[in-house]
């Protein structure tokens, strides 16, 4: 495959006799959209977990830009550029919108964010930029005009957006967003799904699971299914559609269910 970002081989993670993921194999090229899809329980959040450092994989191997990252840490795989939004909002409620984009960002200023006590001039600087850099990201996501409002008192929506504000604001190489349209009408989720896009188009390599099957089936570059931890089916929007396995495993059972 051409220039993989991400590669799993055979990546297991089990919960005593729960096989979460259960030996899954894929790859996450430079650029792409890709989404993982299977039913409630699948093992989609789990094998973001392990992807991101959140959990160790009790087997397997993961590569990131052709690392061996198998076994590191969240923070580590931050730094190295992986960063996630996750199916329950995570942001700093009580703070501003822009300190959430600000702390999401300080691990790459030399001062540090609650250390600097302003005594030297270059610290000062490098909290204007800081914060000059910080407000690009809210621009970016639509949010300058409430820069300065606690995260708290932002509608659901909007708290999506900043929760994707700090993951972009650490520059990652590739971003896992967690079931990013949950909770959201069918007009907000068309703003998601035109967002991640735009966020590709950034050069960001997208790595999205998400259960709105329009959705997925509309931005996605590859599709790869998951069911009681294994892999199923992998390929274009086009091909995950006519595969009759899919069909019956995941499609099928949402349809009995719905
Ligand atoms: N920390 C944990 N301890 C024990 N079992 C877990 C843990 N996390 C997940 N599981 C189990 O692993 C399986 C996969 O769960 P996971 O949350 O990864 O599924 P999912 O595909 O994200 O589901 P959903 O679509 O509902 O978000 C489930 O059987 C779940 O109960
Ligand atoms: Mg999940």
């Known amino acids: 495959m051409a220039d993989p970002i991400l590669e799993l081989k055979d ?6 006799g729960v096989r979460a ?8 090229s430079k650029g792409q959209i890709k989404s993982i899809i299977g039913p409630n329980g ?12 959140n959990m160790k994989p ?12 198998t076994m590191l840490p969240d923070y580590k795989m931050a730094s190295l550029g992986v960063t996630r939004t ?10 501003t919108v822009l300190e959430n984009v ?16 302003f005594r030297f001039p270059w610290m000062r600087r490098e909290e204007t930029s800081l914060i000059r850099e910080s407000r690009k990201y ?3 996501f639509d949010l300058l005009g409430k820069a ?20 972009l604001a650490n520059e990652p190489v590739i971003l896992l967003a967690d079931e990013p349209a949950a909770g959201l009408n069918t007009r907000e989720t068309k703003d998601i799904a035109a967002l991640i896009k735009r966020i590709r188009d950034t050069g960001v390599t997208v790595l999205l699971v998400e259960h709105d099957m329009s959705l997925v089936m509309d931005i996605s570059d590859e599709i790869l299914v998951l069911d009681f931890g294994k892999k199923i089916a992998e390929g274009t929007p086009e091909h995950i559609r006519k595969n009759d396995e899919v069909i019956a495993v995941y499609l099928g059972r949402r349809a009995e269910g719905a």
């Open 11 to 16: 990546v297991c993670r089990f919960f005593g």
């Open 21 to 28: 993921v259960d030996g899954v194999s894929f790859c996450v």
């Open 42 to 53: 699948a093992g989609k959040t789990t094998l973001f977990n392990v992807i991101a450092g």
């Open 58 to 69: 009790t087997k397997g191997n993961i590569r990131l830009q052709n690392r061996n990252v």
């Open 86 to 95: 996750f199916q329950t909002i995570k942001i700093f409620s009580n703070m």
């Open 102 to 117: 600000m702390i999401a960002r300080h691990p790459r200023s030399r001062a540090g964010f609650f250390s600097a006590a």
């Open 138 to 140: 809210l621009e970016f």
């Open 148 to 167: 300065d409002h606690p995260a708290h008192t932002l509608p659901f929506k909007e708290q999506r957006l900043l929760e994707f504000a700090r993951a």
